[in-house]
């Protein structure tokens, strides 16, 4: 075959093949393309001046995309050259990635094939080493990240995670309205309100002006960060978080009539807690008909239920005056039941309605804040924890954008070939 056919199919301006050969390398038979440069002067490597004469040189190979079976090395003289204003540096290769001996091509594969497939596979697919494949996919996020547009949002989410053993959290910053849809914008450690002066520095203020809602559970701090930072942001409460609440109260409720149960009533109870958690209609077959048993044996457990159940159409009003007659007349239900951790959960609602009511004037999308929460802990189950924690945050990150976990790795090779 003749060597332009190869030096086309490349792709890399300003070289040609020259030569091309079969070898030894990594226990596995290599094609070796030698490449020599079309042009006479050479280029500083920082501030792109043109020189007439290189200083020294010496061969350097270069792991490029497989040729079929076979491993394939670019083979290049790497200059350098003694600059007047910057010294002695190198001649920047373009189509070698950054600190990686990998070609451009192969690093924005390897980028591509770590969404969908764990490092140590990768490594062994393109027979490069685990440290190299963590290194090039770290690279092409920071990259993404620190390039990401971040104009047009005008709903923010925080939540928070824990991580590994202890009190240890994170929070995580979403954009839950903006151009792009609902994306993960942030993570950072902590869960008080100083944690969050990263994201805010990072965001920029001229962008937190503009926020007009931000979604966030009951917690104090996240709710004294969006409103100092956003005046004119209107904050809503998180309904999942409200719904735990909920059920927390409705367990409790539980484990008090499980505690005054005696004989077969108690045994009836017992082992029943999920049944009693899960929504109505989800309940299906047999297991349909112990909650139905359940909730025949004991009156309280019954109202509480169905005090439960019908909760969840407090965000289902879009007049705050019609929801708040709503909760007014599902409070006025808790009289006379003596179900403590219903008239405890009523007053802390009572403390946040605003914040409730607020889903009435604006229908943001709550469930991706919860997915974001789930799809986090699942990268870091699957990982089995990561040593370098600003690789996992921003693994998460990827993980809990739409856009950025696309796997579209024929398109950014053929780019980088151009």
């Known amino acids: 075959m003749r060597l332009h056919y190869f030096t086309k199919l490349l792709g890399i301006q300003g070289y040609r093949v020259t030569r091309m050969s079969i070898e030894e390398r990594k226990s596995r038979e290599a094609v070796i393309l030698e490449l020599g440069r079309r042009r006479h002067d050479f280029e500083c490597g920082k501030c792109h001046r043109r020189i007439k004469k290189a200083h020294s040189s010496w061969m350097i190979e270069v792991q490029h995309l497989t040729l ?21 540096t190198l001649e920047p290769l373009s189509f070698v990635a950054e600190e990686a001996r990998v070609s451009q091509s192969l690093a924005s594969l390897v980028a591509e094939l770590c969404k969908v497939m764990t490092i140590k596979a990768v490594a062994i697919f393109q027979s490069l080493h685990r440290g190299t494949v963590k290194t090039i996919d770290k690279l092409a996020m920071e990259a993404v990240q620190a390039s990401r547009p971040l104009d047009g949002v005008t709903v923010l989410g925080i939540d928070e995670i824990a991580v590994g053993q202890g009190q240890t959290y994170w929070h995580l910053v979403s954009a839950l309205e903006g151009p792009r849809g609902p994306e993960l914008l942030f993570v950072g450690e902590g869960r008080k309100q100083r944690h969050l002066a990263k994201f805010w520095k990072w965001f920029g203020k001229e962008r937190a002006q503009s926020i007009t809602h931000g979604v966030i559970d009951m917690w104090k701090p ?7 930072k956003c005046p004119e942001a209107k904050i809503i409460y998180d309904k999942f978080h409200v719904i735990q609440h909920l059920l927390k109260a409705l367990n409790d409720v539980r484990k008090q009539e499980l505690r005054k149960a005696a004989g077969r009533f108690r045994g009836r109870l017992t082992g ?14 047999k297991v349909r008909e112990a909650l139905n048993v359940l909730l025949s044996v004991n009156r309280r457990l019954f109202k509480a239920h169905l005090l439960k159940e019908s909760f969840d159409h407090l965000w289902s009003y879009s007049s705050k005056t019609w929801a708040t007659k709503f909760f007014r007349h599902w409070v006025e239900q808790l009289k006379w ?8 959960f009523a007053n802390m609602i009572e403390n946040h309605l605003d914040g409730i009511l607020n889903y009435c004037d604006k229908k943001v999308s709550l469930g991706f804040i919860e997915s974001a929460n789930l799809k986090a802990r699942n990268v870091i189950r699957m990982a089995y924890g990561y040593r370098d924690k600003e690789y996992m945050k921003l693994k998460i990150i990827q993980t809990c954008t739409p856009w950025m976990r696309e796997f579209s790795p024929w398109t950014l090779i053929h780019n980088n070939s151009s």
Do not use: E, M
């Not at 996240?222 to 100092?228: G, K, P, T, V």
């Open 68 to 88: 079929w079976q076979f491993l394939t090395f670019l083979r290049v003289r790497h200059y350098r050259v003694d600059c007047p204003d910057c010294g002695l």
């Open 222 to 228: 996240f709710r004294n960060s969006i409103l100092a």
């Open 272 to 285: 029943k807690k999920f049944i009693l958690l899960s929504r109505r209609a989800h309940v299906r077959g």
């Open 337 to 344: 039941s003596r179900l403590k951790p219903y008239h405890k």
